[in-house]
Antibody
Framework: QVQLQESGPGLVKPSETLSLTCTVS????????WSWIRQPAGKGLEWIGR???????NYNPSLKSRVTMSVDTSKNQFSLKLSSVTAADTAVYYC????????????WGQGTLVTVSS | QSVLTQPPSVSGAPGQRVTMSCTGS?????????VHWYQQLPGTAPKLLIF???NRPSGVPDRFSGSKSGTSASLAITGLQTEDEADYYC???????????FGGGTMLTVL
């Protein structure tokens, strides 16, 4: 059974960079789109972006200037960096596995709350 | 405001059938992009419910079904159960935004 687990600081100061890692276990990291989605408290889901195991990326245009994703296949991990954060970036951040072709997300991490505050 | 519009809430009694819509446009659902549905129980991560408009992953009961027509998609749930009470999100691709998008979500209340 594939499992995903997010890790990283739960508190980030305004203007700094949010960094999260997702560790994949129970399956290969190859041939999937590894994705990040966030959800502010009481609100809906927002797609942040995805990275293929080759390193190819797609980012939400609304966040593209601040987002960087990377993948480390040797560690079965992928990462998210979001720069110049503000309070509006406070949310639960989920990592998920996405299928190529018809891009749907079949395995999700439990989510991690990141609060942006001084 | 998402480009995929979902009703904020729907409700039904146990055993009944409910449907919820996901309305898009010619740049997403109407352009032929697949629609996927997720169920989010309170305090948990979303779970894939329907993929490719109408397909159920292994383990999802056949009480859940999806359909798509024109610029809209629908999720139907038959034989409502109290454990179905959750938020439901549709997802598709939007060529104008060049991004994958989620609907705003529909909260299902089982009366």
């Amino acid at each position: 059974q594939v499992q995903l687990q997010e890790s990283g600081p739960g508190l980030v100061k305004p203007s700094e960079t949010l960094s999260l890692t997702c560790t994949v276990s129970g399956g290969s990291i190859s041939s999937y789109y590894w994705s990040w989605i966030r959800q502010p408290a009481g609100k809906g889901l927002e797609w942040i972006g995805r990275i293929y195991t080759s390193g190819s990326t797609n980012y939400n245009p609304s966040l593209k200037s601040r987002v960087t994703m990377s993948v480390d296949t040797s560690k079965n991990q992928f990462s998210l960096k979001l720069s110049s954060v503000t309070a509006a970036d406070t949310a639960v951040y989920y990592c998920a596995r996405g299928h190529s072709g018809s891009y749907f997300l079949d395995y999700w991490g439990q989510g991690t709350l990141v609060t942006v505050s001084s | 405001q998402s480009v995929l519009t979902q009703p904020p809430s729907v409700s039904g009694a146990p055993g009944q059938r409910v449907t919820m819509s996901c309305t898009g446009s010619s740049s997403n659902i109407g352009a032929g992009y697949d629609v996927h549905w997720y169920q989010q129980l309170p305090g948990t991560a979303p779970k894939l419910l329907i993929f490719g408009n109408k397909n159920r992953p292994s383990g999802v009961p056949d009480r859940f079904s999806g359909s798509k027509s024109g610029t809209s998609a629908s999720l139907a749930i038959t034989g409502l159960q109290t454990e179905d009470e959750a938020d439901y999100y549709c997802q598709s691709y939007d060529s104008s935004l060049t991004a994958w998008v989620f609907g705003g979500g529909t909260m299902l209340t089982v009366l």
